[in-house]
């Protein structure tokens, strides 16, 4: 299995300040035939399902706000979050679809500073 | 818009079968093309993919719970299910069920997702 590693496992950020979450996969999730990195985003907030945030490591979905941006190539990605808003705090976690069993981070935990 | 909703007991033996629903509304089970997902999470946990199910009825299950586990479709109520055998106290989570839109030719992402609910197992 792929082990997706998260860091930090939590972090306090300001209000309107920058949060960045780097996910580190044990394995190379980039397929060279398509030129496309495995990985996506969730925001998962307390008592709600996880939320699809960014796809193909950098593809926000449809209506999330494009102060969350995805980066990163191989085994090494970040998720920035600029201009951190109240609404921001929440657990998010990166997932590898590169190949099966699908398997996931084990979470970051953003809060206001 | 797509709607999922899982049904089931909350409470479950241990030995037992955990069995659940997924309620799909505003799309079809058999749309071409589409993956019907379960994910579970214990509670203060991170997620673990269960398995799922293809729109043709092909299933694809986490090698961790393959012998335990079954999932399938109901096409005729918009449903997929999920049981697992023999449960034990680590099977406790709450159990998603989702929608990957199968945009690629093997995995994907998780688009959808329906509200969970939180199985136990006890006695």
């Known amino acids: 299995d792929i082990v997706m590693t998260q860091s930090p496992d939590s972090l306090a950020v300001s209000l309107g300040g920058r949060a960045t979450i780097n996910c580190k996969s044990s394995?190379?999730?980039?397929?060279?035939?398509?030129?496309?990195?495995?990985l996506a985003w969730y925001q998962q907030k307390p008592g709600q399902p996880p939320q699809l945030l960014i796809y193909w490591a950098s593809t926000r979905e449809s209506g999330v706000p494009d102060r969350y941006s995805g980066s990163g190539s191989g085994t090494d990605f970040t998720l920035t979050i600029s201009s951190l808003q109240a609404e921001d705090v929440a657990v998010y976690y990166c997932q590898q679809y590169y190949t099966s069993p699908i398997t996931f981070g084990q979470g970051t935990r953003l809060e206001i500073k | 818009q797509v709607q999922l909703r899982e049904s089931g007991p909350g409470l479950v033996k241990p030995s037992q079968t955990l069995s659940l629903t997924c309620t799909v509304s505003g799309d079809s089970i058999s749309r071409v093309s589409t993956y019907w997902n379960w994910i579970r999470q214990p509670a203060g946990k991170g997620l673990e993919w269960v398995g799922r199910?293809?729109?043709?009825?092909?299933?694809n299950y986490s090698p961790s719970l393959k012998s335990r586990l079954s999932i399938s479709l109901d096409t005729s109520n918009n449903q997929f299910s999920l049981r697992l055998n023999s449960v034990t106290a680590a099977d406790t989570a709450v159990y998603f069920c989702?929608?990957?839109?199968?945009?690629?030719?093997?995995?994907?992402?998780?688009?959808?997702w329906g509200q969970g609910i939180l199985v136990t197992v006890s006695s």
């Open positions: 199910v293809f729109s043709n009825g092909i299933t």
């Open positions: 989702a929608r990957d839109l199968g945009v690629t030719e093997t995995l994907s992402w998780f688009d959808t």
């Open positions: 394995q190379n999730i980039f397929y060279r035939s398509n030129s496309k990195n495995y």
